[in-house]
């Protein structure tokens, strides 16, 4: 497509910020009013307007997708995706251990245990750790507490949300992630200390690095627009 405008704005409309192409404010792929909570969320969408060239290239929306998701998928019906995370906590990526003789156990000790203990403390939860593949149930109290802080999420914090935990296979660390002031590199890599550890050992293939390092920019965008959403 070619591009069909020439000065990109942001302007306060409906309740919150929409971003003009021409004076005229763009709609979502629903077709809907693509309203944002934020003006830096609206300033980042703009600046991906922007920074078109001749023709439009739709890979480069990417923070817009995440907008479109959030009002067209989730600002009607945000139960269904509490839901499909929630289903994530009962077999988080961080609660699961090799035993405890193995090497990898200590590392993930290092790595895995403060991060859940964070989590205990932040939602006054207690997680079951599981030594070896075999699923064991979280408390149920856990899981009610989980899907209460799922629940207050806006459609927004919700979209970032279902990126990260896709990502990492933890809802924990999701919910890390969107926590003002996370340190996104550190927890990306606590999701991967299962991967590494194996890199560690055999060595990396250079389509899995690949592979990684695209999975690591769309992790940090996920943060990224959650941070942007929340702003101001």
């Known amino acids: 497509m070619k591009r069909f405008y020439k000065d990109v704005s942001v302007s306060a409309q409906d309740g919150g910020w929409r971003v003009l192409l021409d004076g005229r404010p763009i709609r979502t792929a629903g077709g809907r009013a693509q309203v944002v909570p934020s003006e830096p969320l609206a ?12 023709e439009i290239d ?7 997708d995440l907008a479109d998701y959030a009002i067209d998928a989730l600002e009607d019906d945000r139960a269904a995706t509490v839901a ?39 939602w006054g939860v207690r997680f079951t750790r599981v030594s070896g593949v075999m699923h064991r ?20 914090q919700l979209a970032a949300l279902r990126m990260l935990t896709s990502l990492a296979a933890s809802l924990t660390i999701a919910l890390l ?7 996104g590199g550190a927890l990306w ?44």
């Open 177 to 183: 992630a969107i926590a003002p002031g996370a340190d």
């Open 84 to 122: 499909d995370l929630l289903g994530y906590a009962g077999t988080d990526t961080l609660c699961y251990r090799a035993d405890p003789d193995e090497p990898l156990h200590r590392r993930q000790l290092e790595i895995w245990e403060p991060l859940l203990r964070d989590a205990e403390c932040r």
């Open 58 to 64: 739709p890979a480069r929306f990417r923070l817009r």
């Open 43 to 54: 300033a980042a969408l703009a600046d991906e307007w922007a920074a078109q060239g001749e």
């Open 189 to 232: 890599n606590a999701a991967n200390l299962e991967e590494d550890w194996q890199v560690e050992l055999w060595g990396e293939d250079v389509l899995a690095a690949e592979n990684r390092a695209a999975r690591a920019k769309a992790f940090a965008l996920a943060i990224r627009f959650a941070t942007l959403a929340r702003a101001g």
């Open 137 to 156: 149930p979280q408390p149920a109290e856990t899981l009610a507490r989980l899907e209460a802080e799922l629940a207050s999420q806006d459609a927004f």
